[in-house]
């Protein structure tokens, strides 16, 4: 399995401290790829090419008024939108794409849930999976804890919606933060083999204001039965989603931890 980092592409110094702890790749936001300013998104390829480190996956999909359902669904900027960010992306070594964007999928009050799906669904069908195509890129259905979104909150709820599009390079993600906030339990990852393509890890415990922190023992929490699950369904990336307080202490600290616990579930 390769590990990764979610942090922005363009600071110099997470950039080379990522590489030089032993992860396989950085983990940037799809965001950045379409409205990055240009001074920015001149420097990230550099860093990336100097580091020799791929941004290979991508999060943060859609903003929080950028509605792939609802009143003010608008199909022609959302397909400009999502090509503009495959176009900058492809050269960083972009493979996969993160659908969280828990403002985006949100289903607003007064907003019927059951046409939202749908238009979420069509979406996924008309827009991303031609353009996805012609980039050779997947995309990853990333569940949401209810507090960020009322729309797709579990692994299985993932699967219904990309089963709903109807299309291909749709897939789903494991985040174990979210899954313990929803009370998601990783035997239901298990019905998701071949489905289940990207991940995101964290000590999901609340610490203060400060939730989902960078993992620093491998004992600590249930690592082990994640990273293990994932290995049985087929999920080849994992990538650290937390509070990068101390990048010289928590980078280092989170690849030590991910190298123990997968050298771990090779005992299993």
């Known amino acids: 399995?390769?590990?990764?980092?979610?942090?922005?592409?363009?600071?110099?110094?997470?950039?080379?401290?990522?590489?030089?702890s032993g992860f396989d790749y950085i983990e940037g936001s799809f965001q950045f790829l379409v409205n990055g300013s240009e001074e920015e998104k001149a420097l990230a390829p550099k860093l990336l090419k100097d580091a020799d480190l791929p941004?290979?996956?991508?999060?943060?999909?859609?903003p929080g008024d950028m509605k792939p359902h609802g009143p003010t669904k608008d199909n022609a900027k959302l397909y400009d939108y999502v090509k503009r960010g495959l176009e900058y992306g492809k050269p960083l070594g972009l493979e996969k794409v993160i659908f969280g964007s828990g403002g985006a999928k949100r289903v607003d009050e007064g907003e019927d849930y059951y046409t939202a799906f749908n238009e979420t669904a069509e979406f996924l069908h008309d827009i991303v999976s031609p353009l996805f195509g012609e980039?050779?890129?997947?995309?990853?259905?990333?569940?949401?804890?209810?507090?960020?979104?009322?729309?797709?909150?579990?692994?299985?709820?993932?699967a219904i919606l990309a089963a709903a599009a109807k299309a291909d390079h749709i897939y789903v993600l494991a985040d174990?933060?979210?899954?313990?906030?929803?009370?998601?339990?990783?035997?239901?990852?298990?019905?998701?083999?071949?489905?289940?393509?990207?991940?995101?890890?964290?000590?999901?415990?609340?610490?203060?204001?400060?939730?989902?922190?960078?993992?620093?023992?491998?004992?600590?929490?249930?690592?082990?039965?994640?990273?293990?699950?994932?290995k049985k369904v087929g999920c080849d990336t994992c990538s650290v989603e937390a509070a990068l307080r101390d990048v010289d202490r928590d980078v280092p600290a989170a690849i030590r931890v991910l190298k123990t616990v997968d050298k771990m579930t090779e005992l299993l």
């Open 1 to 20: 399995m390769k590990f990764g980092i979610c942090s922005g592409i363009a600071n110099e110094h997470v950039v080379k401290t990522v590489k030089e």
């Open 55 to 62: 941004c290979t996956v991508v999060n943060c999909f859609l």
């Open 135 to 158: 980039y050779g890129v997947i995309l990853a259905i990333e569940p949401l804890r209810p507090e960020e979104s009322n729309l797709i909150n579990t692994v299985r709820e993932g």
């Open 176 to 230: 174990l933060y979210h899954m313990v906030e929803s009370g998601d339990k990783w035997e239901n990852m298990l019905e998701l083999t071949g489905k289940l393509r990207h991940a995101h890890i964290s000590d999901p415990r609340r610490d203060g204001p400060h939730n989902r922190v960078y993992m620093k023992n491998a004992d600590e929490f249930d690592y082990l039965g994640f990273l293990s699950t994932l």
